[in-house]
Nanobody, 120 residues
Framework: QVQLEESGGGSVQPGGSLRLSCQILGPAFTSISMGWFRQAPGKKREGVAA?????STRYADFVKDRFTISKEKNTLYLQMNDLKVEDTSMYFC????????????????WGQGTQVTVSS
């Protein structure tokens, strides 16, 4: 069983930065694939970034060159720079024993989410 716990959300102005963290509770899962997703009210959950167990990464076009996904030991990170109003959403981390994609349906384990609000 994989348990995930996000933190690091908050409110920032456009152009600001935040770093989200996702603690993986339990033994060190070095080969597990991870991802960050987001869902705004009334919208479908969308993939933001994914990290395979071998270290390869994938990013949604709308966050390329602004967001960076990384993992250190049992913590997954999402560094978010140059935040835009449209990045406002609930952000979730997720895990899968398969290949990390940007499709939510392939992930089996989910955290409760952390809110990110970007406004002036």
């Amino acid at each position: 069983q994989v348990q995930l716990e996000e933190s690091g959300g908050g409110s920032v102005q456009p152009g600001g930065s935040l770093r989200l963290s996702c603690q993986i509770l339990g033994p060190a899962f070095t080969s597990i694939s991870m991802g960050w997703f987001r869902q705004a009210p009334g919208k479908k959950r969308e993939g933001v970034a994914a990290l395979d167990g071998d270290g390869s990464t994938r990013y949604a076009d709308f966050v390329k060159d602004r967001f960076t996904i990384s993992k250190e030991k049992n913590t997954l990170y999402l560094q978010m720079n140059d935040l835009k109003v449209e990045d406002t959403s609930m952000y979730f981390c997720a895990a899968t024993w398969g290949i990390a994609t940007l499709e939510a349906e392939y992930f089996s384990y989910w955290g409760q989410g952390t809110q990110v609000t970007v406004s002036s």
